[in-house]
């Protein structure tokens, strides 16, 4: 027995094994209120609902979070005031992203002077900087269908994005290989029709959850949890994410996958 539990002390050791105590809702929702919030940023709360979400998502002090293409670093903040000093956010993007996301993120770090946030800018996800089993929670908040965003279409004429897809193996394998073995893979994004395929992430900015579903179980994830929090039944599924009347209303899919064993 006490070979056995010191095999299991040295396995923890070299893991970082530990047993984080995910924060109350009622805690998650006072870090919404905190004065030095920006409005803009409170304005998204009724739509995003960040508490609920973080709940979900198991957020605790101390933990390692990874936010992939964080964009502006909306939740990116919220987390690493969740995480604490003890905690660290790892706010990245790529190179597409950026492009998008940089005016917001740069705004964010002179705004706010958060020691626990560092950034990845313009690093491709199968390159991101960070050490084996060393993520506690990945998260990708409506950004997976962007792996397959490669043109969009302006004013009648094709402006290309990306020159290729990004390689999902590619991207999650390294994923996995961060997170922790008791680590969680977040993905949330909008919802698209069952069968649209990568045509749905050029035209409408949106993803089939069966994509990502199959995806990520093909690399080894397990789904352990879904849930409904952003569900709309008034959206119809074929309009852009950015058309008028259904904009920040969109229903999303929120799924919770785990390392097989």
């Not at 964080?70 to 790892?90: D, H, I, N, P």
């Not at 993120?105 to 089993?133: C, G, H, W, Y």
């Not at 792996?147 to 402006?159: A, C, I, P, V």
């Amino acid at each position: 027995m006490h070979v056995k539990y010191l095999m299991l002390m040295m396995v923890c050791m070299s893991f970082s094994c530990i047993a984080y105590e995910p924060l109350s809702l009622s805690r998650l929702q006072t870090l919404l209120t905190e004065p030095n919030r920006s409005d803009v940023d409170k304005q998204h709360d009724a739509n995003r609902k960040p508490a609920q979400i973080m709940r979900f998502v198991g957020v605790a002090s101390g933990q390692n979070i990874l936010d992939i293409y964080a964009g502006g670093g909306w939740y990116s903040e919220l987390f690493a005031r969740a995480v604490g000093e003890q905690g660290k956010v790892y706010a990245h993007n790529d190179t597409l992203t950026w492009r998008f996301g940089k005016k917001e993120m740069l705004a964010r770090s002179k705004r706010q002077t958060l020691k626990n946030m560092m950034r990845f800018d313009q690093v491709a996800i199968n390159e991101i900087p960070l050490p084996s089993s060393s993520i506690d929670i990945a998260f990708m908040g409506i950004n997976y269908h962007d792996l397959f965003f490669t043109h969009r279409n302006r004013n009648g004429e094709r402006q290309i994005m990306r020159d290729k897809i990004v390689d999902y193996r590619e991207a999650f394998s390294h994923i996995k290989n961060l997170l922790k073995p008791e680590g969680e893979l977040i993905i949330i994004d909008h919802h698209a029709k069952a069968g649209s395929g990568y045509d749905a992430a050029n035209d409408l900015h949106r993803i089939d959850a069966n994509i990502v579903k199959y995806q990520l179980q093909s690399l080894g994830f397990v789904l352990k949890e879904e849930a409904f929090y952003l569900q709309n039944p008034n959206d119809d599924l074929e309009q852009s994410v950015f058309a008028k009347g259904i904009r920040g209303k969109t229903s999303r899919f929120i799924l919770k996958f785990g390392k097989a064993e």
